[in-house]
């Protein structure tokens, strides 16, 4: 079965940081490039980063350019996305999705992961 | 950036009738466009890719079309299931970027 499970998120102070993992299967990982889309509470989906399949390329939204690090180990089909000096405008949703861009559409997505940046 | 405008915002129907959702791309995404469905609590799901292909599993109520800037997802008779909130996403160019997402509610 191909699956996504995320893990890592929960409540940080403003200024800290969080690193989110999404562990991938039934699927050739390494093959596919994988995206981070976030979602507030109540609002729409916002597109984070994408990673292609060597992890050589990586992409951010301006919002969080300098701010987030996307990553991957295709040894241990783990994609992962380190955030640092959180704000409370990160507070999301986060999942990880199979896809982005040349690789196709989000056609698997996780579960989710909550986020909340709170003092 | 290429912004994806929605249409309408929220619609209510009731079970039979047929519902029709527009996005509309600030520039051409040519037909790199997709189509996700997402219910209360859940991660969405993906419909359409490249505008009109159906994704696996995707009943054939649903249909996608269009191209260039205007785009549409028909639900030819809505079924209990499918009162949820639809987003479209363009992958023609960076940023990737979303609809606001339409709402389809029960009447």
């Known amino acids: 079965e191909v699956q996504l499970l995320e893990s890592g998120g929960g409540l940080v102070q403003p200024g800290g940081s969080l690193r989110l993992s999404c562990a991938a299967s039934?699927?050739?990982?390494?093959?596919?490039?994988m995206s981070w889309v976030r979602q507030a509470p109540g609002k729409g989906l916002e597109w984070v980063s994408t990673?292609?399949?060597?992890?050589?390329?990586?992409y951010y939204a301006d919002s969080v350019k300098g701010q987030f690090t996307i990553s991957r180990d295709n040894s241990k089909n783990t994609l992962y996305l380190q955030m640092n000096s959180l704000r409370a405008e990160d507070t999301a949703v986060y999942y990880c999705?199979?896809?982005?861009?040349?690789?196709?559409?989000?056609?698997?997505w996780g579960q989710g992961t909550m986020v909340t940046v709170s003092s | 950036e290429i912004v994806l405008t929605q249409s309408p915002a929220t619609m209510s129907l009731s079970p039979g009738e047929r519902a029709t959702l527009s996005c509309r791309a600030s520039?051409?995404?040519?037909?790199?466009l997709a189509w996700y469905q997402q219910k209360p609590g859940q991660a969405p799901r993906l419909l359409f890719y490249?505008?009109?292909n159906r994704a696996t599993g995707i009943p054939a109520r649903f249909s996608g079309s269009g191209s260039g800037t205007d785009f549409t997802l028909t639900i030819s008779s809505l079924e209990p299931e499918d009162f949820a909130v639809y987003y479209c996403?363009?992958?023609?160019?960076?940023?990737?970027?979303f609809g606001g997402g339409t709402k389809v509610e029960i009447k």
């Open positions: 999705a199979k896809g982005g861009r040349a690789s196709g559409p989000f056609d698997i």
């Open positions: 039934g699927f050739t990982f390494s093959s596919q490039a």
């Open positions: 990673i292609n399949n060597s992890g050589g390329l990586t």
């Open positions: 520039q051409s995404v040519t037909r790199y």
């Open positions: 490249d505008a009109s």
């Open positions: 996403q363009q992958r023609s160019d960076w940023p990737l970027t």
